[in-house]
């Protein structure tokens, strides 16, 4: 499956962004650092001169016997998760920053094997607005792979007021991403590997996809090996539950979106006595195989290209209308590109037919897209001269490519932590075998999904994960949106039973993520996250 499109990137983002049609810049905060907690719930103020202060774990367990090519991705029944002692962090003020409080924590890279090595975990704490505060809010803002520390710095780019009033936002980059260091690092340039035309019809350009998917992974390893087979999922919850004890509590609220949730999920089936109340936003199913997920996502962004088609049609207006049929339009654009790809500039890639899917993808996140993505179509089938900078536009910010050409490491943390964590393709034959699949589910798209053969040639060996069943112990919030490609909602009603006592919020949006679409979902959630007051068991928002 073509690992790296299964990005859930944050709709906030998207809808939020600064838009330039033709030109989507991304404004990303810098990398983040780290943060903390005083005793009595709120954030320690401090005026000391900044430091980082990092804590060591002594495991007071006996040893275990590992397998060598990766850490356990899986964890035994809550009550036996050895728990190594945590001295307590400090917080001081960020650099530039009077509110915002940073620390690292210093986590092993293996609990059964500390030895092996520490990642220094990037924290950031954003104190309450009021006081008492009710206590920390953990956020992760999905991926996986996606630094998160960022998130208390720009807190009310994605709460609302009262979460703000109510909670110390606890942000901090998982391992292996953003500024936790070692952070994943493979290359510095997306467009060598990640271009090559998946609608291949010879043996020459078959071999080009594996060779490109072959030399990323090798400069992955050569570059990052050392960490690669310990950044699983189930390693970030257990970080989750030792930042939580060094910030000195007995338990967390915690807010994640997207993969955040599968993040959540798995925290809170191994330490639910931990939990005062979670809520996952834009869901995945905790239990999808490898295939079935991919399966899943390929059906979601088809159903929501449909929609942008139909959407379209509605609007004269729209630039890819084209007399009432933009999927004619569109098919002549696919067609176009993979018979003689677009130049825009000969410092970039040509816009080859996986560009443009490419940014397809990038515009069904959500429908404040869709415009831009009907000029771009419309700009690549002009004639006589057709001009694919809005496709390459697009493509940039679906990798987040910034305005001086540099890329954050979400993309190689995303496959690093994909391709540990799930148990999928073994081989490039095995990544084939799945293509009609794929394009029954989704007959524009579902090549594109199919196609990527990264994990099946990755050099650390993935270990499946246990079933996730009965998480949690007390009412979990979730919240799916009828519009989302990349979460579809049935993932996120089945993310809902699967926990022990799941509480479904259903946001009418196209859309990934539902949080802050409208005041119906953000007032149950905030009621739920600040009074314990809690929703119905499945609930709509229109």
């Given at each position: ?13 998207l809808?939020?962004r600064?838009?330039v ?5 991304v404004v990303?905060a ?5 943060s ?14 900044v430091t ?6 002594t ?10 090519t ?8 809550a ?25 690292r ?17 990037a924290?950031?704490?954003?104190p309450?607005?009021t006081?008492p ?6 956020v992760?803002?999905?991926g ?5 520390a ?8 994605y ?19 953003g500024?936790?260091?070692?952070s ?30 072959q030399a ?14 310990y950044i699983?999922?189930?390693?970030s ?7 939580r004890?060094?910030l ?13 949730s ?20 834009g ?9 079935q ?10 159903r929501?290209?449909?929609?942008f088609f139909?959407?379209?049609i ?7 209308h084209?007399?009432g049929?933009?999927?004619a ?14 130049f ?28 831009t993505l ?20 697009l493509?940039?910010?679906?990798y ?10 979400l ?11 799930d148990n999928?393709?073994e081989t ?9 699949k ?20 990755w ?14 112990s ?25 926990l ?7 946001a ?34 229109k």
């Open positions: 499956m073509r690992t790296h499109v299964r990005l859930e990137v944050l709709a906030y983002e809808m939020r600064p838009l049609v033709r030109s989507l810049t990303i810098a990398a983040a650092i780290a903390s907690c005083g005793s009595n719930g709120s954030v320690a103020d401090s005026t000391t001169i980082e202060t990092s804590i060591e774990l495991d007071t367990t006996s040893s275990v016997t590992t397998d060598t990766a850490e356990s991705t899986t964890l035994p029944a009550s036996s998760v050895p728990q190594p002692i945590v001295e307590p962090i400090t917080l001081t003020p960020c650099p530039g920053s009077k509110k915002i409080k940073c620390a924590l210093e986590v092993p890279y293996d609990y059964e094997n500390p030895a092996a090595g520490t990642f220094s975990i924290v950031r704490v954003r309450a607005d006081s505060a009710v206590g920390p809010l953990f992760n803002r999905g996986p792979g996606a630094e998160s960022s998130m208390a710095t720009e807190a009310e780019f709460f609302s007021k009262r979460l703000l009033d109510r909670f110390d936002i606890v942000a901090f980059d998982p391992r292996g991403t500024a936790t260091e070692p994943v690092d493979c290359v510095d340039e997306i467009d060598p590997y990640f271009t090559a035309d998946i609608t291949f019809d010879s043996p020459e350009e078959r071999q080009r996809l594996i060779d490109d998917a990323f992974n090798d400069l992955c390893e050569e570059k990052s090996g050392e960490i690669l087979p699983s999922t189930v390693s919850a257990r970080d989750i539950d030792t930042l004890r060094a000195g509590y007995d338990t967390i609220s915690y807010f994640g979106f997207s993969y955040g599968e993040l959540g999920a798995t925290w809170a089936k191994f330490f639910p006595d931990t939990v005062r109340a979670a809520v996952f936003d869901a995945s199913d905790p239990n999808a195989s490898y295939l997920a991919g399966l899943d996502q390929a059906a979601g962004f088809e929501e290209l449909n929609a139909d959407d379209c509605s609007r004269t207006t729209c630039p890819a084209n007399n049929n933009p999927a339009l569109f098919d002549e654009m696919m067609r176009r590109v993979e018979r003689d790809p677009l825009v500039s000969d410092k970039r890639t040509l816009v080859t037919s996986t560009v443009a899917y490419t940014a397809v993808v990038d515009a069904m996140y959500s429908s404040a897209l869709w415009p009907a000029e771009a179509i419309a700009d690549a089938t002009k004639k006589p001269i057709a001009d694919g900078t809005g496709l390459l536009a493509y940039d910010d679906y987040q490519r910034g305005p001086n050409g540099t890329y954050d490491n993309l190689e943390a995303f496959i690093a932590i994909s391709c540990l964590d999928g393709d490039v034959d095995d990544v084939e075998a799945q293509i009609p794929f394009e029954a589910i989704a007959p524009r798209l579902g090549r594109f999904f199919a196609i990527g053969y990264n994990c099946a040639l050099p650390v060996k993935s270990k499946p994960k246990q079933p996730m069943t009965n998480i949690g007390s009412p979990v919030v979730v919240v799916g949106t009828t519009g989302d490609a990349a979460t579809p909602l049935e993932s996120s009603r089945k993310m809902a039973a699967a022990t006592d799941g509480r479904l919020i259903i009418t949006e196209d859309q990934h993520t539902g949080y802050g679409t409208s005041d119906c979902v953000t007032d149950r959630v905030d009621a739920y996250l600040v009074d314990l007051e809690i929703p119905e068991k499945e609930s709509t928002c």
